[in-house]
């Protein structure tokens, strides 16, 4: 067993290179040179113990993010409750450590994993259905290290992101935990998640993600920057951030911007939701393929030549906009987008912006319901987004992420009041007014603004993350 985990170490990988679950309760650890120890599941917790001092006397190992170790650890935890068992004592015994942070995430069942060998796909499952599949920092950490592995693996041919469940592909980020966090815990979340996001930009290999549920926040930067984004007559598309004290992020910078007629800019003020055949419409979505063939395209896809993902898509898609709209009523029509358009262009500031929605609100009910839907957002948020957008139309994505980096850890760690009452508001107070701070965008400044865009108080992206 010395020999094997030194020889593990000698490799850098770390102590527990292979857990998985072994017949008869036996627990089996390999290490370097195929070497291999068995232990039953009444000994883990001593096993652990007794070789505390011996790993106290080693210098740090980095984790051994491999190929290898993502398909053990992918096929072997989901499935088998007694390896999720084992962690938890290993945690026990070294005081709460876990293996590693980048593999919490696959050993809680948060995200799952299966590698289709015969034809190199690899599904990730967002699997948190309870929580609409809400992203965790522990999610977010194990998908930035791991999609550049499996963009490099040639065992890997292309890469398939659902949701679990029959609501949501994802409904954004734990916002819940993330208001009750310290400033360490906001910066690790974001960091993580915008490196993420950034990574789904750069794979080289096809990435999908199906959106048969609800897209939001943070389920719209695992999926819009990657190649492949897939629709159905259940698709409902937001950035909702304002109303919550935050701000359209994960991208969104860029995304919006690029978006047609200034529609970007009527999103997330608004935080409208988007059909399926809305999103098909706006370039949001690639593909529009009826929920009913969701199912049977998966197959395929878990079959067929990996790199001829695209081709599956085209067989399942429709082949119009007008057979998405048959199934998937439009919430933005042509003449509403070109309505927004003309009352939303030529404006220097937020509040010349809303006095030219106020004064079409008196002839048209559209615009009367779009400016009282604005003033019950955060006038902060507000200003956020006038200013991140047009600051974002001359921005590369890897830019946009830097620059809401500190936004977000402004708003969320350093001057918390907006995004906790609208958290409050939201989600535990539910009905209640919240109390912004400015109340209203009348009372926005430039200097209050320029706050969060510089957020003195905190770090750049680049002091917790590498982007290149």
């Known amino acids: 067993l010395f020999q094997c985990l030194s020889q593990a170490h000698k490799e850098q990988s770390t102590w527990c290179c292979c857990i998985a679950a072994g017949e008869s309760g036996l627990f089996v650890l390999q290490g370097g040179g195929n070497r291999t120890a068995r232990i039953n599941s009444a000994m883990s917790v001593l096993f652990c113990r007794s070789l505390s001092p011996f790993f106290s006397r080693l210098p740090a190992a980095p984790p051994s993010l491999s190929m290898e170790r993502l398909q053990r650890i992918g096929n072997h935890v989901p499935a088998q409750r007694s390896t999720r068992l084992f962690a938890s004592s290993v945690a026990a015994a070294f005081g709460g450590a876990s293996s590693s942070p980048e593999e919490a995430a ?25 929580g609409l599949n809400a992203l965790t920092t ?55 998640e915008y490196l993420m996001d950034l990574r789904t930009s750069e794979m080289k290999k096809p990435y999908a993600c199906v959106w048969n549920g609800i897209v939001m926040g943070g389920g719209v930067g695992i999926s819009n920057h990657g ?76 079959t067929e030549n990996g790199m001829e993902m695209e081709k ?23 003449e509403t987008i070109k309505d927004i358009d003309q ?34 957002k955060c006038p902060t948020s507000c200003g956020i987004v006038f200013r991140q957008i047009a600051e974002g139309k001359q921005k590369s994505l890897a830019e946009c992420l830097k620059m809401e980096f500190k936004i977000a850890t402004a708003c969320a760690a350093y001057s918390p009041h907006n995004f906790r009452e609208g958290v409050r508001v939201t989600l535990v107070d539910k009905g209640d007014t919240p109390k912004w701070d400015p109340a209203s965008i009348e009372e926005l400044t430039d200097e209050h603004i320029d706050k969060y865009f510089a957020c003195p108080d905190g770090e750049p992206l680049e002091s917790f993350v590498s982007l290149s």
């Open 138 to 192: 522990d999610q977010v950490t194990c998908l930035c290290e791991y999609l550049p592995i499996l963009d490099a693996s040639p065992e890997c041919s292309a890469v398939l992101v659902v949701g679990a469940g029959e609501k949501a592909f994802c409904a954004g980020g734990d916002i819940k935990t993330l208001s009750q966090g310290t400033a360490a815990e906001v910066s690790n979340f974001f960091s993580k």
């Open 343 to 376: 009352i939303l262009a030529g404006h220097g500031d937020l509040k010349a912006m809303m006095k030219a929605m106020r004064t079409a609100g008196e002839t048209s009910e559209f615009w009367k319901k779009t400016v009282a839907t604005i003033e019950k």
């Open 106 to 130: 696959i050993h809680s069942g948060e995200l799952q994993i299966d590698h289709f060998k015969a034809n190199g796909l690899v599904k990730l499952t967002l699997n948190r259905p309870k």
């Open 312 to 334: 599956v898509l085209q067989r399942f898609a429709v082949k119009s906009f007008q057979e998405a709209e048959a199934i998937s009523p439009r919430s933005l029509s042509d």
């Open 227 to 302: 190649r492949f984004r897939i629709a159905t007559e259940k698709t409902m598309w937001a950035m909702p951030e304002t109303g919550i004290g935050l701000f359209p992020d994960v991208g969104a910078s860029f995304l919006l911007p690029r978006l047609p007629r200034h529609v970007g800019m009527y999103l997330g003020l608004t935080g409208a939701r988007l059909s399926g055949s809305d999103v098909l419409r706006l370039g949001l979505a690639t593909h529009f393929v009826p929920s009913s063939q969701i199912g049977q395209m998966i197959e395929v896809l878990q």
